[in-house]
Structures are given as C-alpha cells and as structure tokens.
C-alpha cells in the first residue's frame, strides 16, 4: 500500500515536472516568437516611417528646371511607388501575422515571419538606394543654409564697418545703408524660397546679397578716399591749376596748345558726376578719373612751369642774340676796315666772299630777331617752340661771332706783333748803341774777347727784325720768334757789358780812395799796386776783392761806405 502510493505520488510529480516544463518550453517558444513579431514591427515602422515621400517631393522642386535631373527624379519617384506598394503588401503580411499568433497558430506565424522578413529587406535594400540618390539634393540644401549662414557673417561684419566709419562714408551713407536693407529683405526672401523648397529662387537671392556685399565691401574700401580726393584734393588742385593759369597768361604766355580750359571743364563735370555716384554709392570708374584727373592736372602744372621757364628763356635767349648781332656788327666792321687796309700785309685776301656772306647773314639774324622777339609779344606760338628759334639763332651768332673772331685775332695778333717788334727794334737799336758808347767812353784796358763777335750778331738781329718787318704779307709767328731771340741776345750782351764796366769803374773808385793812404800805410801800397796790375790784365773782379781787402784793413766795419762816399 504504501509503495503504491509513494510510486503514484512519484508518478504525479514527474507528471507535473513534464508539463510544467512544456509550459515552459511553449512560453519560451511564445516569447521568442513574439519579440520577432516586435522586432519586425520596427523594423516595418522605420522603412514606414521613411520620408522619403518628403525627400522626393523637394528633388522634384529642386531639378523642375534641369530636365536630365527631373527625369532621373521622376524614375526614382516610380521605384517609390514600388516600394509605396510593397510597404502595403507588407501590412497585410503583418496583419495576418498578428492574428495567426493572436489565434495561436504559431508555425503558421513563424511562417509569414520569414515572408515579411524577406520583403522587409527588400524594402530596406531599395529605401535605402532611393535615398542615397535623394541625400544629394538634401546637401544642396544644407549647402544653400551654409552659404546663408556664411553671407549673414559677412553682413553684419559690414554693417558694423558702416556704423563705426559713418563720418568718412558721409555722403555715401544712406546708399551704403540702403543696400544693407536690400541684403536684409533677400535674406528674408531667400528663407521663404528655402522653406518652400524653391532653392532655385532661394540661390539667386543669395547670389544677389553676395553681389551687393561685395559692392559694399569694395565700397567701403574705396569711398573714404575717394570723397577725399574728390571733395577735397582735386579742387584745391583745380584751384591751383586755375591760378598758375591766370598768373602764367597774364605774362603774355601762349597756352592754347595745351587746351586748358577743355580740361579744366572735363575734370569738372567727372567731379559733379562722380559726387552723384558716390552718393548713390556707386564707385564704378571713380578712381580711374581721379587718377587721371590728378595725372592731368600735375600736366597741367608742369607744362605751366615748362612754358614759363621756356619764355623767359626765350627773351632772355633771343636777348642775347640781339647783343650778339651788335658784336657781330662791330668785329665785322673791324675786320672789313682791317681787310680793306691791309689784307696784304695780313695775308687776308681770302676774306672778301666770306666777309660778304657773313653781312648777309647779319641781316639775316637781325629780321629773324625781330620776328622771334614780336611773336613772343603777340603771344601767337608756345614758348617751348619759340626758345628753340631763339636757341637756333643764338647758336648760330655765336658760332659766326667765334669765327669773326678767329679773324680778328689775326689781324690784332699781326698789327700788335708788327707794332711791338716796331717798338722792341727801336729798344735794340738804343741798347746797342749804348753798349757801344760805354765801352768807348770808359776805354777799358780789356774786354770779353767775345765782345766784337756779339756786337756783330746784336747787329745781324736788328737787320733780320727789319727785313721780316718789310715781308708781305708779314709772317707774325717767325717776326716774334726771331725778336724774342734777339731781345733775349742782345740784353744779355748789354747786361754783360754793363757789369763789366761797373765792376771796372768800382776797381778805380777803391784805388783812387785808396790812393790817399799809399804813403802812409806800405802794405796799402803794394795791395792797391797788385790790384791795378790786375785791373790793366782785365781781371776785374780779382782786382775789386783786392782793392776791398785792402781798404777794409783800415775800415773793417764800413770800407764799402767809405770807397762810395769818395767816389
């Protein structure tokens, strides 16, 4: 009894340990069955929940204007369809899905789990490949926003550069701030064309703000200045211009050439019409017409000074032909005087056609004189074309005057050559004759044995002088040559001549003073004894120191005083 009891009890728990565990078993199976019947919910809710609808709607309005990419579009749209369907298809999959476990018919679930598992790839395979080839316009978007972004950067780093230099955009102010409200409006425009995924539109309005930013950076790069120059620079110079202008016509010098007032007004009227366009904040050409209205303007200036310094040199010039001309005159008239009187004696015969020719010309340089210093009166011509006529002349006088004086040089260099040998033969002739007069009036015991030999060549001299002097024509170079020589000669002769007698006349005047001591002293009458033996031999200077010697044992501090007071 009791082992029946412990075996039926045995067999009752194994009983319930077996289902217990097919319960178990069952649940497990129910768990794992409905956490893919969830898992593929999501999955099924995410490819559901795709916007890809979204996406393609917004590729359409973005390629409606590329019709390579809107047929591209329009076939991308057709596979969605595709997937539109297959994601239906998918549903009623899951529906039957739902009640096959809802009624326990959990092989026939595992079944259509398999199913929809398969079509869900499908879809996602095909979700995904539709929206790679969509992302490409989702970047354009996000390109478009970046772009926006990056211009509103730049607009209102401009639109503080505005405000903190408003004093020197000045007149350019309200344009500057008037495109800025224009980028403002596009800005907004542009975000709507964004929103409404039109961002064909939205990237021109973009593009429009960049063009505009762009003008208002260059703007407010150049404006500054620009108001600078035109408002201060180019008028103080205009002012100036007009003034060197007055000053410079006022001193009678031609300017009319230069087309000043042509210029003067085009420079102005750029000046009014450029002041218009920077205050419509326009700054196209502006800095190329100041450039050259400056460029002309200094021209202006410089041409001024060129021609002012060009007419006083001009007078000054043509001056100084005119003084030329009087000298031309005058050496002219001195060398036709000299030709007229000796062009023999000078050897000028050759001078007659140029003499002729050179009067010509002196008219000639008179009428053009006058005609260059009446046009600088009638101020007719510029004065850099006047101060070349007038160097011309100047050059051509001073060239004639060079040459008329290369004659006159010859003429002065002969008749003062002529008259100077004149002069220095009469000297000659003096000197010789004196040589010869002292020798004989101091009959000295002897001479230079030289002395006749020199008195003979000093005379040859002379005769040469006064043959060359007699030659025509007269030739000046050998005349001077020939009386350089014998002036050097004969002063030498007479100079030698002469301190020979004056040494002999001092031998005789130490003897005669000695002579009174003789008796006295016998020492004093043997020297003063040797030095007349050594004057009567010609040695006149042994017989001076002999004499002096003498005397100056007697006067040792003043014999030379002694000896002059005597004689």
């Known amino acids: 009894m009791n082992t029946n009891i412990v075996l039926i009890v045995v067999g009752v728990l194994v009983l319930i340990v077996i289902i217990t565990i097919s319960i178990l078993i069952s649940n497990a199976k129910k768990t794992k069955l409905k956490k893919d019947i969830d898992d593929l919910n999501v999955r099924y809710n995410e490819i559901k929940t795709t916007p890809i609808a979204f996406k393609l709607n917004k590729a359409q309005t973005m390629a409606k204007r590329n019709e390579k990419t809107s047929t591209a579009v329009s076939k991308y749209y057709q596979q969605y369809e595709e997937v539109e369907k297959r994601i239906s298809d998918i549903q009623d999959l899951m529906n039957n899905l739902d009640d096959s476990f809802s009624s326990k018919k959990y092989k026939d679930a595992r079944e259509i789990i398999g199913e929809v598992n398969t079509e869900i790839e499908t879809v996602e395979t095909e979700i995904e490949h539709i929206d790679k080839f969509l992302e490409k316009f989702s970047e354009k978007e996000n390109e478009q926003r970046e772009y926006s ?12 550069a505005v405000n903190a230099n408003s004093n020197s955009l000045s007149i350019s102010l309200n344009a500057m701030e008037n495109k800025l409200n224009t980028c403002e409006e596009l800005f907004s425009i542009s975000e709507e064309w964004i929103y409404a995924n039109e961002y064909s539109e939205a990237q021109e309005s973009l593009e429009k703000i960049e ?11 150049h404006i500054p200045s620009l108001i600078k120059d035109i408002k201060g620079v180019l008028p103080v110079m205009l002012d100036e211009v007009k003034r060197e202008y007055a000053l410079t016509r006022q001193r009678g010098v031609f300017l009319n050439h230069l087309d000043v007032d042509g210029k003067i007004e085009e420079i102005e009227n750029n000046i009014n019409s450029d002041t218009k366009q920077l205050i419509e904040g326009n700054i196209e050409g502006i800095k190329q017409r100041v450039a050259g209205a400056k460029s002309t303007l200094n021209s202006l200036t410089d041409m001024f000074e060129k021609e002012n310094r060009a007419f006083k040199e001009a007078k000054d010039t043509n001056a100084s032909s005119y003084e030329n001309i009087q000298e031309l005159v005058k050496i002219e008239n001195y060398v036709r005087v000299a030709y007229d009187k000796d062009s023999a004696r000078y050897g000028l015969e050759n001078l007659q056609d140029t003499l002729k020719k050179q009067r010509d010309s ?6 053009r004189y006058k005609e260059i210093d009446e046009e600088l009166s009638l101020n007719n011509k510029p004065a850099s074309e006047l101060l070349d006529a007038a160097t011309s002349l100047q050059k051509l006088t001073e060239n004639d005057k060079k040459e008329l004086y290369s004659y006159k040089t010859v003429i002065d260099k002969s008749n003062d050559g002529e008259q100077r040998a004149i002069s220095q033969l009469v000297k000659l002739q003096l000197v010789v004759a004196e040589v010869e007069t002292k020798v004989a009036e101091y009959h000295l015991p002897s001479i230079a044995s030289t002395y006749e030999s020199d008195l003979k060549t000093s005379y040859e001299h002379i005769d040469n002088i006064k043959k060359l002097l007699k030659e025509i024509p007269i030739n000046i170079d050998e005349l001077n040559t020939n009386l350089d020589a014998a002036i050097d000669f004969v002063f030498k002769f007479y100079n030698n001549v002469n301190n020979v007698v004056g040494m002999a006349i001092m031998v005789e005047n130490a003897i005669v003073f000695g002579n009174k001591y003789r008796s006295t002293y016998p020492e004093i009458d043997r020297s003063l004894s040797k030095a007349e033996f050594q004057f009567l031999n010609g040695e006149y200077t042994k017989a001076l120191k002999t004499a002096i010697t003498c005397m100056e044992t007697l006067f040792p501090e003043n014999a030379d005083e002694k000896i002059m007071e005597n004689a």
């Open 362 to 367: 002196i008219e000639e340089y008179k009428a």
């Open 211 to 221: 063009a505009i930013l762009a003008d208002l950076r260059n703007c407010g790069n």
């Open 149 to 160: 972004s990056k211009l509103k950067e730049e607009y209102r780093i401009i639109r503080n």
